[in-house]
Antibody, heavy 120, light 112 residues
């Protein structure tokens, strides 16, 4: 079955760029039935959707983060990536990648999540 | 920045029925967009529990059920079990500038 796995640095300095990659296994990221999303969860807090990408490269971002977010896709590697610039301590969170069903906007498969701490 | 409001916590004894509300507005639930529910066990990623307001993915026990009316939705757990102790989140689509996909504030379910 389809599995997602996040990877990337666990510690980022303030003002730098956070970079994460999600590797999709057991299925193709080029399936036209899904978007591929990033979601985050600060320690002890709720979930916040960051944005998604379609296999064609089309993106949509949360307006509150739009100026700092870039999501890209590499279909040859079956991966999609997140870049979040000018990070502060408020960006410290567990970052999840998730498959989003295009038909109904539900997140049906999630990665295990990766903790990213912003600190000098 | 959650635009969907849930009670912070609910509790019940084993075997009891508990419900979790999710209150939105005319730009999300009230606009007719589907509501989905997720269960997050301690230290794990969220898991899709209910999709499309009332549908259960394969493998989810029928003790879990969802409904939607007006600008609100509800998740019910009947026959509460110890392993149901977790955080639960609702999620929907929002057509305002709040963001495309919005989550509820989350509810901690405690099994007494």
């Amino acid at each position: 079955q389809v599995q997602l796995q996040e990877s990337g640095p666990g510690l980022v300095k303030p003002s730098q760029t956070l970079s994460l990659t999600c590797t999709v296994s057991g299925g193709s990221i080029s399936s036209g039935d899904y978007y591929w999303s990033w979601i985050r969860q600060p320690p002890g807090k709720g979930l916040e959707w960051i944005g998604y990408i379609y296999y064609s490269g089309s993106t949509y971002y949360n307006p509150s983060l739009k100026s700092r977010v870039t999501i890209s896709v590499d279909t040859s590697k079956n991966q999609f990536s997140l870049k979040l610039s000018s990070v502060t301590a408020a960006d410290t969170a567990v970052y999840y990648c998730a498959r989003t069903i295009l038909r109904n906007d539900a997140f049906d498969i999630w990665g295990q999540g990766t903790m990213v701490t912003v600190s000098s | 920045q959650s635009v969907l409001t849930q009670p912070p916590s609910v509790s019940g004894a084993p075997g009891q029925r508990v419900t979790i509300s999710c209150t939105g507005s005319s730009s999300n639930i009230g606009a007719g967009y589907d509501v989905h529910w997720y269960q997050q066990l301690p230290g794990t990623a969220p898991k899709l529990l209910i999709y499309g307001n009332s549908n259960r993915p394969s493998g989810v026990p029928d003790r879990f059920s969802g409904s939607k009316s007006g600008t609100s939705a509800s998740l019910a757990i009947t026959g509460l079990q110890a392993e149901d102790e977790a955080d639960y989140y609702c999620q929907s689509y929002d057509s305002s500038l709040s963001g495309l996909y919005v989550f509820g504030t989350g509810t901690k379910v405690t099994v007494l």
